[in-house]
């Protein structure tokens, strides 16, 4: 907690913070806890002199969670102003499946353990035709499932060689 206090601030800390608070996936939902306090300083700030009708507020979209190896976290969302936060709420994003408005609420991506051809030969099934299996050929049937669900956010990469 002390190295988590020099390296962030003191003041940045929830309070409450417990050992057990900075081990394992906790430790995610603690960093975004301190990312959102970061936030909300720089929300009173940009707010100041502003009437209060036209007060920013954050609006979070998103709290992923995942591990390739190190446990991550990735928080998003916008600035919104007051007046505007009936346009929020009609830009749908509570019907996301990832839509989460509460950054100490996570969603944990599972990744899949694939090689680029078993992504590959998975891409050119999917999306899926509602009650057909994606074909694995040697793929286990957890990673096909686990792809399923990200495949349409999963990063595509392009080897180069010059």
């Not at 003191?10 to 301190?34: E, T, V």
């Not at 950054?103 to 099934?125: F, N, S």
Request: charge should be positive; proline fraction near 6%.
């Amino acid at each position: 907690k002390e190295t988590l206090r020099q390296a962030v601030g003191g003041d940045l800390i929830p309070i409450n913070l417990l050992p057990s608070d900075l081990a394992g996936w906790n430790a995610s939902k603690a960093m975004r806890r301190i990312m959102r306090n970061v936030i909300d300083r720089a929300i009173v700030y940009r707010n100041g002199g502003r009437p209060k009708t036209n007060h920013f507020e954050w609006k979070n979209i998103l709290t992923f969670e995942y591990a390739d190896g190190a446990k991550m976290t990735t928080i998003g969302g916008i600035l919104v102003e007051k007046g505007h936060c009936a346009h929020f709420d009609k830009c749908g994003f509570s019907s996301l499946e990832f839509y989460k408005p509460d950054v100490d609420d996570g969603y944990r991506i599972e990744i899949p353990a694939l090689t680029y051809r078993e992504l590959g030969h998975l891409d050119r099934q999917l999306p899926k035709v509602e009650g057909v299996v994606p074909q694995g050929n040697g793929i286990p049937g957890v990673d096909i499932e686990k792809y399923q669900k990200i495949y349409r956010y999963f990063p595509k990469f392009t080897e180069a060689i010059m």
